[in-house]
């Protein structure tokens, strides 16, 4: 079975500076990792994914990612934030089924002025 | 990416009732899944639902009270039956990219509140 844990449940920043939100996993297989950010009021908007290709991982908006599979981590990063990166960002892991997403409880980004 | 619709965006609705929440898909697609997300947590499964055939419930989900239909390969509904404040939540469904199956793509939700 695989799991996700996200270290951290509430994140603030002032605009401008660096964003790191922490994710660790555990799975029996190579999984596939995603992030996936929810603005207030809106679905959920695929930010970037890890599927071995590259260990570090470009996504949308500037925000990257970076997979260490001896620490078992996929923490997501941006070096310098935006007001309108006020949102929840969840960590996902697939399964041994594919379609088996299992998602981290979210971190809560606010953005100070 | 598929684009996905939802409706109705969101409802206020009385204990007891019934409501049916729609996912149309702007392209045909295999799977279609549909989540849960109450508040203040994260998504949990409730159901795959693949087209001309009876849709698959994660544990902790009935069909008698989370019943699902899958007409066509654009188009699913999610009915939310008997309803209780419990099942105050926001409802998504999700498809899966036509070539890489491990990743989805959201709807905008339906967000339900029950009285």
């Known amino acids: 079975a695989q799991s996700v844990t996200q270290l951290d449940s509430h994140v603030s920043v002032s605009e401008g500076t660096p964003v790191l939100l922490r994710c660790n996993y555990s799975?029996?297989?190579?999984?596939?990792l995603f992030w996936y950010v929810q603005h207030p009021n809106k679905g959920l908007q695929l930010l970037l994914k890890y599927t071995s290709a590259a260990t570090l991982v470009k996504g949308i908006n500037g925000f990257e990612a970076e997979f260490k599979k001896s620490e078992t981590s996929f923490h997501l990063t941006k070096p310098s934030a935006h007001m309108s990166d006020a949102a929840e960002y969840f960590c996902v892991v697939t399964g041994s089924n594919d379609y088996k997403l299992s998602f981290g409880a979210g971190t809560t980004v606010t953005v100070r002025a | 990416s598929a684009v996905i619709s939802q409706k109705p965006s969101r409802d206020i609705c009385q204990r007891g009732t019934s409501l049916t929440i729609q996912c149309q898909v702007d392209?045909?697609?295999?799977?279609m899944f549909w989540y849960r997300q109450q508040p203040g947590q994260s998504l949990t499964l409730i159901a795959t639902?693949?087209?001309?055939?009876?849709?698959?419930?994660e544990s902790g989900f009935v069909i008698d009270k989370f019943p699902i239909s899958r007409p066509n390969l654009t188009f699913s509904t999610l009915t939310v039956s008997n309803m209780s404040p419990e099942d105050s939540s926001i409802y998504l469904c999700?498809?899966?990219?036509?070539?890489?199956?491990?990743?989805?793509?959201f709807g905008p939700g339906t967000r339900l509140t029950v009285l």
């Open positions: 799975s029996s297989y190579s999984p596939s």
């Open positions: 999700s498809v899966e990219d036509h070539v890489m199956t491990d990743t989805q793509y």
């Open positions: 392209s045909q697609v295999t799977m």
């Open positions: 639902a693949n087209q001309g055939s009876e849709a698959t419930y």
